[in-house]
């Protein structure tokens, strides 16, 4: 017969305990300390924080951005978690995966992309650039998927339309983030897809960087007015970092991206998740990244 719970669950609990302890952390958990110190901002402070490592546009160190082979490396690389990549539509309704409204810095063309058919983008860009129907079924991994906004509202909720309409048809809902810098498009996905998760970006602006208490509250009322989960921040807003985690409510998420595959999701409280986790594989997380705490991450 089987012990009673009282005695059974203090078994139980040390086993696990043992087990997480004896587990190294997974190659994409960060502490926040060290990314802090990596930048040079306020170092010796100590948070203690964990950060959760995504490939912003692929692994676009080794490859070059938003390509097949940055995102299919990103997608077997275990140091990543999610892999967040850029789609707009091409004059002829092709949806690519490109970031710049040109193809100017990657590949020497004033062309923008919204202006050219697909054909001819590929011929200028030696045919790496990548269609989302390309990449989308080589990715097992969870995805941000970022809507490169134009300032033409309508156009920019067609496409998402369109992306969320494919991600459902492949049931992966759980795996997506939409992401952008238009504070009115993510609020048109939160009220017409309230179930699918939301990032408002941010590169540099007064309350994002200064240090001050008022203009970090005015940002969150931002952010909840747009109805944004996550807070994706440039870098160099870890300036920011004490007014930001000080002010963060509940439900929404802290997330800091670079130039290159730099993407971090920070976790300060069990609201802050990988999107499509549950609450109980996040709390495991937490207590594996406490045991081991002591590790050099």
């Known amino acids: 017969m089987l012990p009673c719970n009282r ?19 997974p190659a994409h958990t960060k502490r926040l300390d060290a990314i802090i110190a990596q930048e040079a901002v306020y170092p010796g402070i100590h948070y203690g924080y964990r950060c959760t490592a995504g490939a912003h546009r692929g692994a676009s160190i080794e490859y070059r951005e938003n390509t097949v082979a940055a995102l299919k490396a990103a997608d077997a690389d275990k140091k990543y978690a999610f892999i967040e990549f850029d789609v707009q539509y091409t004059r002829d309704r092709r949806i690519v995966v490109y970031h710049d409204k040109r193809m100017l810095r990657l590949h020497g ?6 202006d050219t058919e697909f054909a001819e983008l590929v011929d200028i860009a030696h045919g790496e650039i990548a269609t989302y129907d390309e990449v989308i079924g080589s990715l097992e991994k969870k995805i941000n998927i970022e809507i490169k906004s134009r300032g033409d509202l309508q156009a920019d909720e067609r496409l998402v339309d369109a992306i969320i ?33 939301t990032g408002q970006i941010f590169w540099l602006k007064s309350s994002t960087y200064l240090p001050f208490d008022a203009l970090t509250q005015k940002l969150y009322a931002e952010v909840a007015a747009t ?9 160099a807003n870890l300036h920011n970092i004490d007014a930001l985690l000080k002010h963060k409510p509940p439900g929404k998420t802290i997330v800091f991206w670079d130039f290159d595959d730099t993407m971090y999701i920070v976790h300060k409280d069990f609201s802050d998740r990988l999107w499509g986790d549950s ?17 050099d991450l």
């Open 109 to 114: 063309s004033m062309k923008a992309i919204g």
């Open 7 to 25: 005695y059974l669950r203090p078994i139980l609990a040390a086993g696990l305990f043992a087990v997480l302890a004896g587990c190294a952390l």
């Open 165 to 197: 309409a494919d991600i459902r048809g492949r049931k992966r809902l759980n795996d997506l983030l939409i992401s952008s810098i238009s504070g009115d498009l993510i609020q048109y996905v939160h009220q017409k897809y309230p179930g699918i998760p």
């Open 227 to 235: 109805g944004a989960d996550y807070l994706m921040l440039h870098i």
């Open 279 to 295: 609450g109980i594989k996040t709390f495991f997380g937490f207590l594996r990244y406490k045991l081991g705490a002591n590790n």
